[in-house]
């Protein structure tokens, strides 16, 4: 017990989440050459040099420069075991970086210094506050011309609505742009090309435009005076409690891209980041030093190594020790499984684990036992931590395979990508395969994969439908009639449901069979 509690210390876990081209991918990379995780950063945009992102193993994804999957990276640093989740910028992939948020204890929240807070950044950050996740925010670009600062810690807190606390404070902005004043620590952190960690101590505020004399202009160095003594007067008390409630945000200024700030970033998050939490389950809360086995998958995702047509179920440990080849039961259907070939992740390369604690992801050869969701426990009397957040699709294709003897092919690949969670499949009564999406460019990574990983090329007929609804009562499916504007289907596990091409024609649904109740997904419909 005593161990479990002292590797649970160690870990923290958690997602980066942004607007896409915030600089993400570039934070996730200095972060693991700061682990020693890696050797080189690929930078994301330099297309020309064959470097590519090592977070963003997926070939489509070189190609267009945008994370479209979740990756997980592993690494120490100080004695701490981080885990990273990388999620996907993109908002037609939200569905799986909301899954991925499920799985974190803390989040890291990017803010573009020119662009502020955006319209991806506050879907995704309504999640974390409504579940009440730590939010830790690095105003990512100082050495290009943005927002003031004043002005971004407004926009925080108005359009968030959560406190903002700034450790460090930026020297000027863009060209004029010096470094930054760690507030908690008393120093100053200098800024220069050559990515090299220079500090002065200073004993006060007072102290500052001595030390600034020569190195920033005068206007600078009186801005920067005024306005902190404004925060420490008029700001938010720093309160570790409303962090860790999900209600104070401390704000960290830096350079992702020449790695300025990324260093006293993780070495502040490391102390103020919670460890790996107690979860509320259908048995009570269950807590991370709890001698019995326990975590939940979040994510499958198929042929990760192509050459060996794999498919990996990732488990975020909640409780106990997970070892190699222990014996869980499955709590979905209470038979028992033998957790063999666990591994952990680095981007595209993974290497076997013999053990992991809670806070780690776990990599789980899948032969087709799991689901996105489901619980594993090391105890025959199982319980499950709740069912993930599924999203009614908003786009609709017909599909098949344009190669009638690829068939076969074609029904494995998209059974195993809706099992990942990336689609959901529909069928008609004329055995028809619809494909429904969150997001448009969902439809591109599916067309994609089915090629590159099983060979398939694809005949797509869009559909003008918009919104899927589940029967609650399956007989009531057996009465509806055929129309213009809905269509019944069965989803994969044959529960009846209905397309509509807009809200209208659901009014007009619903107006016409009040008696038949409709449901937003399948979480908890029988099937």
């Known amino acids: 017990m005593g161990h479990i509690k002292e590797e649970t210390a160690r870990r923290r876990t958690f997602a980066i989440i942004s607007h896409p081209d915030a600089g993400k991918t570039t934070l996730t990379e200095k972060l693991l050459l700061l682990g020693g995780a890696i050797r080189t950063a690929g930078a994301v945009k330099s297309r020309k040099s064959e470097k590519f992102a090592t977070s963003d193993w997926m070939e489509l994804e070189k190609q267009r420069g945008i994370s479209v999957t979740s990756s997980v990276m592993q690494f120490t640093y100080n004695d701490f075991k981080i885990n990273i989740l990388d999620t996907p910028g993109h908002q037609d992939f939200s569905e799986?970086?909301?899954?991925?948020?499920?799985?974190?204890?803390?989040?890291?929240?990017?803010?573009?210094?020119?662009?502020?807070?955006?319209?991806?950044?506050?879907?995704?950050?309504?999640?974390?506050?409504?579940?009440?996740?730590?939010?830790f925010t690095f105003i990512n670009k100082l050495d290009r011309q943005g927002k003031e600062p004043l002005e971004l810690f407004e926009e925080i807190e108005d359009v968030l609505g959560i406190e903002s606390f700034p450790i460090n404070y930026p020297i000027g902005m863009g060209q004029s742009f010096r470094g930054v004043y760690d507030r908690f620590q008393k120093k100053i952190e200098w800024y220069n090309e050559n990515k090299e960690r220079q500090t002065l101590d200073i004993e006060s505020i007072d102290h500052l435009s001595e030390a600034l004399k020569g190195v920033a202009d005068q206007s600078t160095i009186a801005q920067l005076e005024?306005?902190?003594?404004?925060?420490?007067?008029?700001?938010?008390?720093?309160?570790?409690?409303?962090?860790?409630?999900?209600?104070?945000?401390?704000?960290?200024?830096?350079?992702?891209?020449?790695?300025?700030?990324?260093?006293?970033?993780?070495?502040?998050?490391?102390?103020?980041a919670p460890t790996p939490q107690p979860r509320e389950s259908s048995a009570g809360v269950i807590g991370p030093d709890q001698a019995a086995f326990s975590g939940f998958v979040f994510k499958i995702q198929a042929n990760m190594n192509p050459a060996h047509r794999d498919r990996i179920a990732f488990l975020r440990v909640c409780s106990g020790k997970f070892e190699k080849g222990m014996t869980v039961w499955l709590d979905r259907t209470g038979k028992s499984l033998k957790l063999a070939q666990p591994q952990q992740f680095f981007a595209d390369s993974r290497e076997m684990i013999d053990e992991a604690y809670p806070g780690d992801i776990v990599g789980l050869y899948d032969p087709g036992f799991y689901q996105i969701g489901d619980?594993?426990?090391?105890?025959?009397?199982?319980?499950?931590?709740?069912?993930?957040?599924?999203f009614p699709p908003e786009?609709?294709?017909?599909?098949?395979?344009?190669?009638?003897?690829?068939?076969?092919?074609?029904?494995?690949g998209i059974n195993q990508l809706a099992q990942e969670g990336a689609i959901q499949i529909y069928r008609t009564p004329y055995e028809e395969t619809i494909l429904g999406v969150v997001g448009q460019l969902q439809f591109d990574v599916f067309v994609y994969r089915m090629k590159a990983e099983y060979g398939v090329d694809l005949d797509m007929q869009m559909m003008p439908h918009q919104l899927a609804k589940w029967i609650v009562d399956k007989d009531a499916a057996n009465h509806l009639q055929r129309s213009s504007n809905h269509l019944v289907v069965s989803d994969r596990d044959e529960r009846p449901v209905i397309i509509f091409e807009n809200e209208f024609a659901l009014r007009w649904f619903n107006q016409k069979h009040p008696d038949v109740k409709l449901a937003d997904s399948s979480w908890g419909l029988t099937s």
């Open 96 to 135: 799986d970086t909301y899954r991925t948020l499920m799985a974190v204890d803390s989040v890291v929240m990017i803010i573009d210094v020119a662009k502020g807070v955006e319209p991806q950044t506050i879907k995704l950050f309504k999640v974390c506050r409504d579940r009440g996740i730590p939010i």
């Open 226 to 272: 005024e306005e902190l003594l404004l925060i420490e007067e008029a700001g938010n008390e720093f309160d570790i409690e409303a962090v860790k409630a999900g209600k104070q945000t401390p704000v960290f200024f830096g350079s992702a891209v020449s790695s300025f700030g990324v260093p006293s970033f993780l070495e502040h998050y490391l102390q103020m």
């Open 395 to 412: 786009h609709f294709a017909k599909v098949r395979a344009k190669n009638a003897m690829k068939q076969k092919h074609f029904l494995k």
């Open 375 to 390: 619980t594993v426990c090391s105890v025959k009397d199982t319980f499950n931590y709740g069912e993930l957040p599924q």
